[in-house]
């Protein structure tokens, strides 16, 4: 099989990667909005913590492993009414970011759970015993001493949204994705389906890398 490179439409290819973009950040931001409280409540609830509540933590901790079992092409696929209904279209870039924040909200809080179970206890017990408030608990102690962890979930959740973003692609969401499965798919230009493959890995490659910088950093202070 041999590749014409000269029928790629880099302009085309250009507002693709700038779609995924746009569709990274808005999602990344609404996932860290609703995913960060969600995930502090799922450990204040837990066993032996400072909001310990079985039933409430039992109901957040459901509806967090439904949302977590849906394979993300059904999700999109059933949450079509309702992304119409709150951005007024299914489709494109506006149509993709809701199915995308509730894709990855509960993944992202699980992640906040596991981070905040590794801060020492002793030093949870320390602050306590100064008569420190639960606010002051989680904003002064928690968040900061899980810093590292919480930028680590942070990386992991865009990476993920990354391959998200492609798949909404197939009902139309926009981006590299949708890219990919009009030209590289349906009307066999391989030449496109490789270059979309390639921004895709860069772009995971780069989050990897701006991760783990920033983890490093946030360790050393």
Same mark, same amino acid.
């Given at each position: 099989m041999e590749l014409d490179w000269n029928l790629l439409d880099w302009t085309e290819i250009g507002i693709a990667t700038w779609d995924t973009l746009r569709m990274l950040g808005w999602s990344l931001f609404f996932t860290v909005l609703f995913g960060l409280p969600l995930g502090v409540l799922l450990f204040l609830t837990s066993r032996r913590q400072l909001l310990q509540n079985g039933l409430l933590n039992k109901a957040l901790s459901f509806v967090a492993n439904v949302l977590r079992s849906l394979p993300f092409l059904i999700l999109l696929v059933v949450m079509i !009414?309702? @992304?119409?209904? &709150?951005? +007024?279209?299914?489709?494109?870039?506006? +149509?993709?970011?809701?199915?995308?924040?509730v894709g990855a909200t509960p993944f992202f809080a699980r992640l906040v759970e596991t981070a905040l179970r590794e801060v020492d206890r002793g030093v949870i017990e320390a602050v306590q015993s100064?008569?420190?408030?639960?606010?002051?608990?989680?904003?002064?102690?928690? &968040?900061?001493?899980?810093? !590292?962890? &919480?930028?680590?979930?942070? @990386?992991?959740?865009?990476?993920? &949204?990354?391959?998200?973003?492609?798949?909404?692609?197939?009902?139309?969401?926009?981006?590299?994705?949708d890219l990919a499965i009009r030209y590289g798919y349906q009307r066999f230009q391989t030449e496109v389906m490789i270059i979309t493959v390639v921004i895709l890995i860069v772009m995971v490659q780069l989050l990897q890398m701006l991760g783990d910088w920033l983890v490093t950093r946030v360790s050393r202070k």
């Open positions: !009414p309702l @992304t119409a209904w &709150l951005v +007024g279209t299914s489709l494109g870039v506006e +149509g993709s970011i809701p199915p995308l924040v100064l008569g420190a408030t639960r606010w002051q608990i989680v904003s002064k102690v928690l &968040l900061p001493e899980s810093r !590292p962890g &919480l930028v680590a979930a942070i @990386t992991v959740t865009a990476i993920t &949204l990354v391959s998200y973003t492609a798949m909404s692609g197939v009902i139309g969401g926009g981006g590299l994705g």
